[in-house]
T-cell receptor, first 112, second 116 residues
Framework: QKEVEQNSGPLSVPEGAIASLNCTYS??????FFWYRQYSGKSPELIMS????GDKEDGRFTAQLNKASQYVSLLIRDSQPSDSATYLC????????????FGSGTQLTVLP | DGGITQSPKYLFRKEGQNVTLSCEQN?????MYWYRQDPGQGLRLIYY???????QKGDIAEGYSVSREKKESFPLTVTSAQKNPTAFYLC???????????????FGDGTRLSIL
C-alpha cells in the first residue's frame, strides 16, 4: 500500500520564525510531490511542487526533496499568523493515471 | 475566470436516498478526480477520469458512481449503499500528463454532505 506519512501536529511557532513541515513516502517510484495548504473549512490550495532532488524556493516557501531517503519537507520562513492552516503533502505515482496519495496533514499555528 | 465549480455547497441526504454532487470545470483539463475528506484526515480517492467516457475506481469507490459524458463535467452520485456518507467531498482536475510532464491537481470549493 502506497503511503504518505506526516506528523499531524499541531505544530506551533511564533510569528517570524521558520516553520518546518515533514513528510515521508513509501512508494519508491513516486516522481512528483506537492504541498497544499488547507484553511479550516476550505478546499486545498496548491502552494509548492517539487520534482527533483534538492531545494526549490518560492517566496517565503522552500520545498526540499530527498528521493534516496524518501523524504519531502516544506520550510516557511518569516511565518505569519495567516500561515496558520493544515498543510497536506501529496506524492504522485509514475503510472499513466498520475494519481496523488495524500498524507493526513500537519496543522500549523503561528502565534502572534 | 477559469476554475472548478462544485455544487451545492451543502447537501443533506435522507435514508435510502441517492444524491448527486456536481463538478464543472472550464480549465480545459482532461483529467478529473473525486476525493472524500473526513475530519482530521487526508484526502481519499473515490473515482477518477482521464478522458471523456472513461473513468476508474479509486481506493474507496464502493457506494459511489460517476459519469463523464462531457469534458467539463464529472458528477458524483452517492448511493444508498454508502452507509457513512457524511464527509467533505472535493472535486479536482488536472491537465493530462504524459510520462515526462507533471501537472498538479487543482480543487473546487467542495460539497459538505450530511445525513438527515
Amino acid at each position: 500500500q502506497k503511503e504518505v506519512e506526516q506528523n499531524s501536529g499541531p505544530l506551533s511557532v511564533p510569528e517570524g520564525a521558520i516553520a518546518s513541515l515533514n513528510c515521508t513516502y513509501s512508494d519508491r517510484v513516486s516522481q512528483s510531490f506537492f504541498w497544499y495548504r488547507q484553511y479550516s473549512g476550505k478546499s486545498p490550495e496548491l502552494i509548492m511542487s517539487i520534482y527533483s532532488n534538492g531545494d526549490k524556493e518560492d517566496g517565503r516557501f522552500t520545498a526540499q526533496l530527498n528521493k534516496a531517503s524518501q523524504y519531502v519537507s516544506l520550510l516557511i520562513r518569516d511565518s505569519q499568523p495567516s500561515d496558520s492552516a493544515t498543510y497536506l503533502c501529496a506524492a504522485q505515482n509514475s503510472g499513466s493515471a498520475r494519481q496523488l496519495t495524500f498524507g493526513s496533514g500537519t496543522q500549523l499555528t503561528v502565534l502572534p | 475566470d477559469g476554475g472548478i465549480t462544485q455544487s451545492p455547497k451543502y447537501l443533506f441526504r435522507k435514508e435510502g436516498q441517492n444524491v448527486t454532487l456536481s463538478c464543472e470545470q472550464n480549465l480545459n483539463h482532461d483529467a478529473m478526480y473525486w476525493y472524500r475528506q473526513d475530519p482530521g484526515q487526508g484526502l481519499r480517492l473515490i473515482y477518477y477520469s482521464q478522458i471523456v467516457n472513461d473513468f476508474q475506481k479509486g481506493d474507496i469507490a464502493e457506494g459511489y458512481s460517476v459519469s463523464r459524458e462531457k469534458k467539463e463535467s464529472f458528477p458524483l452520485t452517492v448511493t444508498s449503499a454508502q452507509k457513512n456518507p457524511t464527509a467533505f467531498y472535493l472535486c479536482a482536475s488536472s491537465a493530462r500528463t504524459g510520462f515526462s510532464t507533471n501537472q498538479p491537481q487543482h480543487f473546487g470549493d467542495g460539497t459538505r454532505l450530511s445525513i438527515l
